[in-house]
């Protein structure tokens, strides 16, 4: 009997088949394309046909982003960072005029295809921009691995680890992202357009930076490498 059945579920997919290419003129790859999950490379480098246009087009061919524009890098970014920040612009939690319509316009199972894809590309091997110098460089360096105490400012590292590395899901990696970008979302936190983090963590960091902090950090984090640099044997 449940072979009897399973032979009438697949005639009666076929005549399904069948009918949309009757009646929509489509090619069975067509419908095969459309019963098909989604590939996130496919959006990533050609959109998803029902309005979103490549990814690519604003964080490279790598995932590595623009730094001058202040597109992030997505290569190498935590699989459920990734999905909870469509899921984010798509809801307006988290506000961007770009974003929203494309994250909007990606179904449920295509944003889990994106982050999953981005989240395995190898993190970007470009040349690391210089890093700051000078009273630039010691605020920094002191921001990043130690903090301000005395403005109750901890160090960056400790949520998102030794050289923004990042750590888990909810505290993404700093280094070698855009300084661009980096001070676009402080300033976004400071003047609360943005406020999507855990517990308001760091709308409460970045409203005790100044713009020398924000300048020193963006600078200091884009310079340093997205990956460790490995222990060599003594």
């Known amino acids: ?136 460089a010691q605020r920094a360096q002191l921001l990043a691995t130690r903090g301000r105490w005395s403005a109750g400012l901890p160090a960056c590292e400790q949520c998102h680890g030794l050289g923004g590395i990042g750590v888990g899901e909810h505290f993404p990696p700093l280094a070698a992202h855009s300084a661009v970008y980096m001070a676009n979302q402080l300033h976004a936190w400071q003047q609360g357009r943005r406020h999507n983090d855990p517990m308001q963590l760091m709308q409460r960091v970045a409203a005790k930076l100044d713009e020398a902090d924000i300048a020193a950090l963006g600078a200091w984090y884009a310079a340093q490498p997205a990956t460790p640099a490995k222990e060599t044997a003594p």
């Open 1 to 136: 009997m449940a072979v009897v059945t399973d032979k009438r579920h697949r005639l009666a997919a076929a005549r399904f088949i069948a009918c949309l290419i009757a009646l929509f003129g489509l090619s069975r790859a067509t419908v095969a394309w459309a019963d098909s999950p989604p590939d996130g490379a496919t959006i990533a480098h050609q959109g998803n046909g029902h309005g979103v246009a490549p990814c690519m087009a604003c964080h490279a061919a790598d995932g590595g982003g623009m730094s001058a524009a202040g597109f992030p890098r997505l290569a190498g970014l935590p699989q459920a960072y990734l999905r909870k920040q469509l899921d984010d612009f798509a809801d307006g939690s988290r506000a961007d005029p770009t974003m929203r319509p494309v994250a909007s316009a990606l179904s449920e199972a295509e944003r889990d295809a994106m982050a999953a894809y981005y989240s395995r590309l190898p993190p970007p091997s470009a040349v690391a921009p210089a890093p700051p110098t000078g009273e630039a």
